[in-house]
């Protein structure tokens, strides 16, 4: 199947600091992108929607400010977590719109310290 | 508005017994479903996926899933289960084909004993 690849897969960060999480598309164009945060032994929530060369579609709560997302090109949407807190940490995934179904990133474990 | 329920939260079950986890949705039109298999700290493999037609659908690692209407369900079977296969379940649902994003149930996290 077609392959998503997220970037980093890990990352710890100084509460105050600013983080960016990749999700490519490796083999397929990608004009729609979901991104998911997922807290421990929950469900994944859908945090937004992101269409390439557009504004992203946030989901209530979600501050728009504080997650920037950008979707530049088919292949390429990142996720920025502004100013990020401990309450930020999270598993993020990525998920880019195929033909047919959607396929998922790796996931990226943020930890804010 | 659309809902998923996993009524299990945790199922152990021994090596070569059989598994069902349970899947129920709430949908008002017709549902896509789908089985996703996480194991810890990766992201999400799809297992199986309904559309339409044959209402028993085969997945990949051996499982497979029965969409019933009546019931709203859409449960995940496998005969006979083997120590990798324990790991986080989520069943999803969403409008088409994929083409916007899912709803998810709350996962069931299979242990699997020797």
């Known amino acids: 199947g077609a392959v998503v690849s997220q970037h980093p897969s890990r990352v710890i960060c100084k509460s105050g600091t600013s983080v960016k999480i990749e999700c490519r598309s490796l083999?397929?164009?990608?004009?729609?992108m979901f991104w998911y945060r997922q807290f421990p032994k929950q469900s994944l929530m859908l945090m937004a929607t992101?269409?390439?060369?557009?504004?992203?579609?946030?989901e209530q709560g979600v501050e728009k400010d504080k997650f920037l997302i950008n979707h530049a090109s088919l292949t390429l949407s990142t996720l920025t977590v502004t100013s990020a807190h401990p309450e930020d940490s999270s598993f993020y995934i990525c998920?880019?719109?195929?033909?047919?179904?959607?396929?998922f990133g790796q996931g990226t474990r943020l930890t804010v310290v | 508005a659309q809902s998923v329920t996993q009524p299990d939260i945790h199922i152990t079950v021994s090596e070569g017994a059989s598994l069902e986890l349970r899947c129920n949705y709430s949908?008002?039109?017709?549902?896509?479903l789908f089985w996703y298999v996480q194991s810890p700290g990766q992201g999400l493999q799809l297992l199986l996926k309904?559309?339409?037609?044959?209402?028993l659908v085969q997945g990949i690692k051996g499982f497979e899933a029965e969409f019933k209407r009546s019931q709203s369900s859409f449960n995940l079977r496998k005969p006979s289960v083997h120590w990798s296969d324990a790991a986080e379940y989520f069943c999803?649902?969403?409008?088409?084909?994929?083409?916007?994003?899912?709803?998810f149930g709350s996962g069931t996290r299979l242990q699997v004993q020797p």
């Open positions: 998920s880019g719109l195929g033909d047919t179904e959607a396929f």
């Open positions: 083999d397929f164009q990608a004009t729609t």
């Open positions: 992101s269409n390439e060369g557009s504004k992203a579609t946030y």
């Open positions: 949908y008002g039109a017709t549902p896509y």
């Open positions: 309904y559309f339409s037609g044959d209402t």
């Open positions: 999803a649902v969403g409008p088409d084909t994929g083409r916007r994003a899912l709803t």
